[in-house]
């Protein structure tokens, strides 16, 4: 059967106190509403439709996916009944079911939304509403129902009598309407008091007409809360990160302290990887199986193979590491970087735009910036890619199986041959031919007695003063 979705993502979310809007606000370095549409697209709809008001351009630049939705626009804050007409002409000729949910619940699930369309087609419904059952209904819409147990209406917390808000059956703000029954949106009341057109009056409009209306009572309060403020964006937050620690726990992910870590929606984890505490995965991260993280690590869209050590207060960003290979501690990968199968990057080592071998080692104070380095190559610490001539940055090469000795700079461009030794303290700025040894020490001078003969010095003159 045919499936659309109507997605409400113009409200201003002024509580937020923010010009950000609302649905932009990130959840785990993501917006709210990407979620809400990752959500969708499990789901499958034939067509989906986000309502955008004001910030129409900013939601549009920020959605992954922006081109395979359709937008609507809403160009005055009219209500969640108005929002709905505007998605209308979207659904010109559409002949189905027609679910809507808000952008600002990104908590919501697809086993959720497929059990709601599944029971609202099984009963053969004109309108269905997702419900729950709310700790502390507050500002959530009641569920009214009959001495039969059957849904009457759904009255705004604003306007619910002493009685009705002691109801704790709420509105998600899940709906399914098919098509057919669109057309009582055009009857919605304008609501007196607020100025905008409530959604929620379709269903006693519904039951008027004499349409076949339920409530399926299926949902969670943790699943379907809103956000409104800041503080309800931090506690959504903290749910999602339990949600993705106990996925990735039953994937086989250890976590040292799981309340510390910091992973995003689009961040994978491989079996039998360990992740000590303060560890950032953002952006895209991959990190394959077997891998151990140690604390104060940040790692962003980059991939991790498997079987790679990332040691403590290690910063990695837009890169890739091999496998088996071990970086850090205090290392920085910079992006477009590549650390080879097996290879060594340790202490205070800065990788920029650099591809390092496999099993070569780079354990201490170097940076290599702009640079090729082939495998079983040795970087002495202290060395340092020279790659920016105040215009233009230049390409290093090393080929395989080369000894550069600590404390060496080599000026781009320039490339050392295969096998070569560069000696430690060195200055190479010509190529070093394969198999060579280049120097460019200055001869050491040694005064025998000096220190002696100095101090003799310094004696009498200060004799000579008194």
Same mark, same amino acid.
């Given at each position: ?33 990407? +979620? ?22 900013? !939601? ?6 922006? #081109? ?25 000729? $559409? ?21 709601? %369309? ?17 700790? #502390? ?6 569920? !009214? ?11 705004? /917390? ?32 304008? /609501?007196?008091?607020?100025?905008? +057109? ?9 039951? *008027?007409?004499? $349409? ?11 699943? $379907?809360?809103?956000? /409104? ?8 937050? @903290? ?16 976590? !040292? ?13 491989? @079996? ?8 950032? $995965?953002?952006?895209?991260?991959? !990190? ?12 962003? *869209? ?17 890169? %890739? ?25 340790? /202490? ?18 170097? +940076?290599?910036? *702009? ?37 060496? @700079? ?33 001869? @050491? ?22």
């Amino acid at each position: 059967m045919r499936l659309a979705v109507v997605v409400l993502a113009a409200g201003l979310g002024t509580r937020m106190n923010s010009s950000l809007p609302k649905v932009l606000h990130r959840l785990h370095g993501t917006p709210m509403l990407q +979620y809400v549409l990752n959500c969708l697209f499990q789901v499958r709809p034939e067509k989906t439709i986000v309502v955008i008001g004001k910030h129409a351009k900013e !939601i549009k630049a920020s959605l992954r996916n922006a #081109d395979s939705v359709t937008f609507a626009l809403q160009r005055e804050a009219k209500g969640t009944g108005n929002a709905v007409s505007v998605a209308l002409p979207s659904l010109r000729g $559409f002949r189905g079911t027609v679910m809507i949910v808000n952008g600002d619940t990104p908590l919501i699930t697809a086993g959720s939304l497929k059990k709601f %369309v599944g029971l609202h087609r099984k009963r053969k419904n004109r309108i269905s509403v997702l419900s729950f059952v709310a700790e #502390d209904p507050g500002s959530y819409g009641r569920i !009214i129902k009959d001495d039969r147990g059957r849904i009457t209406a759904i009255i705004e /917390n604003r306007d619910a009598t002493e009685i009705q808000k002691k109801v704790r059956e709420v509105n998600s703000g899940v709906y399914a309407i098919e098509s057919d029954a669109l057309h009582l949106l055009k009857d919605i009341p304008l /609501n007196a008091s607020k100025g905008e +057109y409530y959604l929620t009056d379709i269903v006693r409009l519904a039951k *008027d007409r004499g $349409f076949k209306v339920s409530a399926f009572c299926i949902g969670s309060e943790e699943e $379907f809360t809103g956000i /409104n403020t800041i503080a309800e964006l931090r506690e959504a937050e @903290q749910m999602m990160k339990q949600r993705m620690v106990r996925g990735w726990q039953a994937r086989g992910v250890r976590f !040292i302290d799981a309340g510390s870590v910091f992973i995003s929606a689009d961040t994978s984890l491989g @079996q039998g990887t360990t992740v000590y505490p303060n560890v950032h $995965f953002e952006g895209s991260t991959r !990190i394959g199986k077997n891998c151990t993280i140690f604390p104060n690590v940040r790692i962003l *869209d980059s991939i991790v193979e498997e079987g790679a050590t990332i040691k403590d207060s290690t910063l990695i960003e837009g890169s %890739v590491v091999k496998k088996g290979a071990s970086v850090g501690p205090f290392a920085h990968i910079r992006p477009g970087s590549e650390i080879g199968e097996g290879a060594r990057i340790g /202490n205070f080592v800065e990788v920029k735009k650099s591809v390092i071998g496999p099993n070569t080692k780079a354990s201490h104070l170097a +940076y290599l910036g *702009d640079a090729k380095i082939g495998r079983n190559v040795n970087i002495g610490a202290g060395t340092i890619t020279c790659n920016y001539d105040g215009h233009h940055k230049h390409i290093t090469t090393v080929e395989d199986s080369v000894f550069i000795g600590s404390d060496s @700079q080599l000026v781009a461009p320039v490339k050392v041959g295969r096998g070569a030794y560069v000696g430690a303290g060195s200055t190479i700025t010509k190529d070093v031919p394969s198999g060579s040894l280049a120097l460019t020490r200055v001869q @050491q001078k040694t005064i025998e007695g000096w220190v002696q003969k100095r101090r003799k010095k310094l004696k009498g003159a200060r004799s000579g003063k008194h």
